[in-house]
């Protein structure tokens, strides 16, 4: 998967962050560990689409920084945060039902 699947924002794999890790930082990139999977880079994405629909402010405002405290400070509950979970539906309506961050096992919805 190449950054034409992410049209818009430069996805960068970096050894700075730990393995299952991603930020997305609109309108600058996408940061996810070395090797990530297909779907945390999609999962991110969706973060993106959330930023195209907010805008700057209301994006870092809403999403952003509760994402950002969650993951810090509650990471093994993290993935419930409403937040987390708009993410994978819009990936899900971007990329399709048959993409990895489909499977709600792992992405909930």
């Known amino acids: 998967m190449t950054d034409k699947n992410f049209p818009g924002i430069t996805i960068i794999e970096t050894r700075?962050?730990?393995k299952g890790m991603g930020i997305c930082i609109p309108p600058f990139g996408i940061l996810v560990y070395k090797g990530a999977s297909h779907a945390l880079k999609q999962h991110e994405y969706g973060h993106f689409l959330q930023y195209n629909q907010m805008g700057f402010f209301n994006f870092y405002l809403k999403v952003g920084?509760?994402?950002?405290?969650s993951a810090a400070f509650y990471p093994r509950n993290h993935?419930?945060?409403k937040?987390?979970?708009d993410a994978n539906r819009r990936a899900?309506?971007?990329f399709g039902m048959d993409a990895p961050v489909a499977n709600?096992?792992?992405?909930?919805?």
């Open 92 to 94: 899900v309506d971007f």
């Open 79 to 81: 993935h419930n945060l």
């Open 104 to 109: 709600a096992r792992f992405w909930p919805r």
């Open 16 to 18: 700075w962050l730990k």
């Open 65 to 69: 920084f509760p994402s950002l405290c």
């Open 83 to 85: 937040v987390e979970k």
